[in-house]
């Protein structure tokens, strides 16, 4: 049986599989570029000055595109598993439950949890998937 269970946030995720006899980690690096708004220079000491102009939308739009390569990419990653875990802060994990169900039925189906883990090492994120499916 192919149990695989992921831990991920916006920048990385570890993919671990665990079988009868051992387990192996993965690390998928996100390549995501996050958006910073900062100041273009410009006075204000005077009304009607320059105003920094940002263009958000595109940047907003530019991220949803590289979201969805990154959890392309995990989801060609993990195409032959039996059981998916997921684990992250925040709604990472339930952003990548939602892709998984809506655009990789096949792999949606076999999710059986989706838990919030904060930021871990890779030891504790192989501990934390190891005991997850060594108790299910």
């Known amino acids: 049986m192919k149990n695989i269970g992921i831990w991920l946030d916006s920048k990385k995720a570890y993919i671990v599989r665990v079988s009868d006899n051992n387990d192996s980690m993965e690390k998928v690096d996100?390549?995501?570029?996050?958006?910073n708004r900062t100041s273009t220079g410009g006075s204000r000491?005077?009304?009607?000055?320059?105003?920094?102009i940002t263009h958000e939308q595109s940047f907003l739009e530019?991220?949803?595109h590289q979201f969805k390569k990154y959890f392309k990419t995990?989801?060609?990653?993990i195409?032959?598993?039996d059981s998916l875990a997921l684990f992250g802060p925040a709604?990472?994990?339930e952003k990548l439950?939602?892709?998984?169900m809506d655009n990789y039925p096949s792999i949606g189906k076999r999710i059986v949890a989706v838990k919030k883990a904060d930021s871990m090492t890779e030891n504790e994120t192989r501990a934390l998937i190891?005991?997850?499916?060594n108790n299910r």
């Open 74 to 77: 995990i989801a060609d990653t």
């Open 30 to 35: 996100s390549q995501i570029d996050f958006y």
């Open 91 to 93: 709604d990472i994990n």
């Open 79 to 81: 195409s032959d598993v």
């Open 130 to 133: 190891l005991d997850f499916f």
């Open 45 to 52: 000491v005077k009304w009607g000055g320059t105003q920094d």
């Open 62 to 64: 530019k991220e949803k």
């Open 97 to 100: 439950r939602k892709e998984l």
